[in-house]
């Protein structure tokens, strides 16, 4: 067996200095290819959010840019983006791509999708299948399309673009079965979402409520779950215990439940002083709806904003009427998409 070279054998010091230089040429150039990497990576990020956005918006890519590059950079393992917000955050939903909108929206209040039966205790309240799909179809035709609480919210506060037309919001109180069932199939009809105003408690599937089967099918369909409330109690006769599970608990229940935000809360039969609105705040809801007539203007205390009562035996055209006349006409449809 040959003996190995001695250290100080000049063809075995030659080897290993060229060994040296190649293994250093390899390292200059992987740290090389690293770096135009990243450029590229940072080049591209702001040649897109050059195009369109804010400040805020082109900065924030260019850190998460430069983070990414940093982590192949160092071999992370763990590079991947995290999870998304959880549920009930604000900050979730498009950038703001403008100036906040100023235009006012009619938000319409319905309850049940039905005939009233006899002897019902407040017969105005029931709109027929009828009459709802007709009201819907006149709504379309007069340029109207529906949309939520919360895309109205980035509208008027990050100027997120409404869409073409007139926008309106179609809320539903109280959770009755009759808004899945007769509602939805209108709306769905149309690619529109509606606003449910659900209640925890007092409509039981057995009376007309809604199931939890059901809430779950109108939120896979696009629509907004917003609360009333645990039970449609008087909020303003109740102590702050019981205020606190109607307001705050029933909230964190329903994100819990449906994995929703619920940003909104409407007072129910629209009782509510300052201690409720105060409630209502503290709970995390980023505004509440009312029953006073009217349509909601962004100048509004947003605790407080107005809505318009549907009634039964209201036709398409007597709808149209109504809405033009409790607000101020809406401005051009330019204004909701700028």
Excluded at 216 to 244: F, K, M, N, P, Y
């Amino acid at each position: 067996m040959d003996s190995p070279p001695s250290p100080l054998d000049p063809q075995a010091l030659r080897a290993r200095r060229e060994a040296s230089r190649r293994a250093l040429r390899r390292r200059r150039a992987l740290a090389l290819g690293g770096v135009l990497a990243a450029l590229a990576v940072l080049a591209v990020v702001l040649a897109s959010a050059g195009s369109g956005g804010s400040g805020h918006a082109r900065a924030g890519a260019l850190q998460s840019a430069a983070s990414g590059a940093g982590a192949r950079h160092r071999g992370d393992g763990n590079s991947s983006a995290g999870a998304g917000p959880a549920a009930g955050s604000q900050a979730s939903g498009p950038r703001a791509s403008g100036p906040p909108g100023q235009a006012s929206v009619p938000i319409l209040m319905y309850h049940v999708i039905a005939a009233p039966p006899a002897g019902a205790p407040f017969p105005g309240l029931y709109v027929t299948p009828a009459e709802f799909a007709e009201q819907m179809h006149s709504l379309a035709g007069a340029g109207w399309h529906a949309v939520t609480m919360d895309q109205l919210e980035a509208y008027w506060h990050r100027g997120v673009p409404l869409g073409h037309g007139k926008p309106i919001v179609l809320s539903f109180d109280n959770g009755y079965q009759s808004q899945y069932t007769q509602a939805l199939p209108v709306l769905r009809g149309l690619g529109w979402p509606g606003d449910e105003n659900i209640q925890l408690r007092g409509l039981p599937p057995s009376q007309g409520g809604l199931s939890r089967k059901q809430v779950r099918g109108l939120v896979a369909a696009g629509w907004e779950l917003d609360t009333q409330g645990l039970d449609h109690a008087d909020l303003i006769t109740l102590g702050a215990s019981a205020l606190h599970e109607q307001v705050a608990t029933t909230r964190r229940t329903i994100q819990a439940r449906y994995d929703v935000p619920v940003n909104w809360f409407c007072y129910p039969s629209g009782h509510y002083d300052a201690t409720v609105v105060a409630a209502v705040k503290d709970a995390g809801y980023i505004g509440a709806t009312t029953v006073v007539p009217g349509w909601a203007h962004r100048s509004d205390d947003p605790y407080r904003l107005h809505r318009l009562r549907v009634l039964g035996g209201t036709s398409g055209p007597a709808l149209l009427s109504l809405i033009s006349d409790t607000g101020a006409d809406p401005e051009a449809p330019g204004s909701y998409s700028a």
